[in-house]
């Protein structure tokens, strides 16, 4: 089971921490990522991380504004996001083996 938390609406240039908690399987030893779907749009992705934490991909349009990151112990994955932009505005899931997460809405508006 994946849980994301964290979304909520943040105004340009603000910031939010999003959640995924891992549970009901040994998630360490696998890939995370988190995608995320605007309204009319594909699933995009936008971040993974390995199982030990120490490589990280991600997605152009956010590099160097979010940051993965993970900690095995608490079978929790994380997104930072930083300068958030109104086209960030989506609803955000966090993936891995084919599993997702229910999504946790964020919306970026002034």
């Known amino acids: 089971q994946l849980v994301e938390s964290g979304g909520g609406l943040v105004q340009p240039g603000g910031s939010l921490r999003l959640s995924c908690a891992l549970s009901?399987?040994?998630?360490?030893?696998?890939?995370i990522a988190w995608f995320r779907q605007a309204p009319g749009k594909a699933h995009e992705g936008i971040a993974c991380?390995?199982?030990?934490?120490?490589?990280?991909e991600y997605a152009d349009f956010v590099k160097g504004r979010f940051t993965i990151s993970r900690e095995n112990a608490k079978n929790t994955v994380t997104l930072q996001m930083n300068n958030l932009k109104p086209e960030d505005t989506a609803v955000y899931y966090c993936?891995?083996?084919?599993?997702w997460g229910q999504g946790t809405q964020v919306t970026v508006s002034s």
């Open positions: 009901g399987f040994t998630w360490e030893h696998y890939i």
């Open positions: 993936s891995t083996l084919g599993y």
């Open positions: 991380i390995n199982n030990n934490g120490g490589s990280t």
